[in-house]
């Protein structure tokens, strides 16, 4: 288990607590070792989602929901993967890998007979913390091989290597190494003391509000980018932007990074295009909202629980700006 103390270990989806083991996993010999060691664990994952058995009849549903492993003592997996298991890290002795079922089709008897598809944003909330955490990690890595198998130099196929972690082209003469990628986006609360703005798109929920956010572009510092986004989403100026905290967001490739930042104009001026609508909310509104409970009846709503979102902006009705 890695300890750790920041700021970020509060955010869902961070904490998978397993060593990577980024040196260890470029040596070919001590990765085959692992995938043949007994005590190894491979997680099975199809087109982005996680398969989930049924529980055994009689017991409480949400107390024995977990992804599916496959058992390394019956290997037909092997055959049906898409790709080589991918490393992941080692917890003590155990190694974890994440294994590719991508290519069986749809309703196929041998996944049927492992479980449900399952997205993570279900299956996040009915497992502990650490298990969501490596659930996204693994998300984001699969979800990045699906969408580079051909070398974006040269357009020729690349192969696997280091575990899972690097694609490198087949053509002898590019040879050009490929990274999992990580798209930065800033996400903001923009405050002025007692108000902030929160903005909505129309595929929202009803009556929800959220921060404002936007991806980093090339030739930008996170700070050029928060006053970027805050200006073309609600024309509000901005100041004193203040890093607060991170989060992976494997939907599909994204790191949140979230700020806080101070208006120095208040008039909002929404881009339609982005936005169905954006407003001043006071504190007492958003703290009203922040403890509602039970149905829809078209008052604000906050962001889920496992958004980074929901974390800026309870930090600033805690004060904590
Ligand atoms: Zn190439």
Redesign the pocket.
Known sequence: MVIMTNRSQKNFYTGAGLDRATIARKQADWLAQRLAAPESRFLAVWRGLFLVASPPQGTPEEASVQPVYLDPASPWWREAATLAPAFLGVEGDVAHFAVDLSGLEEGHPDLLGLGTPTELRTLAHQVDRSTASLLAYVRGLLGWHQRHRF??????V?EVIEGGHVRR???P????LHFPRTDPAVIMLVHDGDRCVMGRQARFGQGMYSTLAGFVEPGESLEEAVAREVMEEAGIQVTDVRYQSSQPWPFPSSLMLGFHARAVTTELKVDLEELEDARWFTREEVREASLRRGPLDGSLRLPPADSIARRLIEDWLEGEV
């Open positions: 070398c974006g130099v040269c357009g020729t690349t082209c087949t053509n003469d590019c040879k050009t």
